[in-house]
């Protein structure tokens, strides 16, 4: 018993003397834990005869309650003492400048599809979006161009593998399949534009995998080629920001329009910089035409009710021209210096792009 009270003043003194938290939760573990000296006595009991069990053990079971209590008193002790401290050390200066928040910019094609959007809202036109995974319907059948037509071979198509009913869709190779799916979703008059998306087995400076372009789609009853000249030149003075720029349409061919144009801008490439407007050059910027009259058909459109334009451009390569890039990979590489040179500041005030997402 003596013992006993000897072991009881040598831990209630260290509990007492206890500085921090971790030493009087070691004072406990060397007390009550599974290897502690009140544990090693409650293992005793068991030799020990009825009569000193029921003395020895309620001693026992009275020191491991002082111990406890003392502990429970002591962590509050240590608990309250440790805030405190941190509370006073916790001090900081309100007068200190503030940390400049960090600003994000504007991608270059974000600013320019914004730009474009605006040019062609001003001109009554809808936006129209599709899948990127497409069809070989939409993206070419419809589009007058038939399983052999040679132009296949020039989309550099990625396919996806053959689904159980041996359909292959692929990732679409142009914006042209958005103008079917709204000329068989709507009715005329349209007048949409659809940019978006595009993807080609292809790449070096100026082509990468996935690329962007905008598509222009106009049916009414009387539309015309001029209908469609007014407003490439209208579109390319808005954006390129030029009144007296130099315009040439070109004779080419898309399966999809009939006659078809492609549309030059007069530059200066002189000086080893692009500069829109003045010049002796001329840069290709639009694909275009009249829409072919089996477009029309597979749309169930009568052609000889309806006409319309249609046109498509690379929107990375608008952006090339109008900012001045060399090089169209960077545009999705994520690199902070490029993003910060060639990005935009965000101007605090709603735009179209802004309104659509929202
Ligand atoms: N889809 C064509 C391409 O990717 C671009 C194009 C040309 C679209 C003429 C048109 C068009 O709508 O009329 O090369």
Redesign the pocket.
Known sequence: MQDLNKLKSKILAEIKGAKTLSTLEDIRLSALGKKGRVTALLKELGHLSAEEKKTFGGALNQLKGDINSDLNAKREELEARALNTQLAEDKFDVTLPVEPEPEGRIHPLTQVLEEMMEIFAAMDFKIAEGPHIEDDFHNFTALNIPPEHPARQMHDTFYMKADQGGERKLLR??T?PV?IRTMMSQKPPIRIIAPGRTFRSDSDATHTPMFH?I??LVIDEFTTMGHLKGTIEAFVKAFFEVDDVKMRFRPSY?P??EP?AEVDVGCDLSKGQVRIGGGNDWLEII???MLHPKVLEYCNLDPNKYQGF???CGLDRLAMLKYGMPDLRPFFESDLRWLRHYGFRALDIPTIAGGLSR
């Open positions: 190779t142009h042209s103008q372009q598509e222009g898309f999809f329009t078809s694909g275009c035409g249609a046109f498509g």
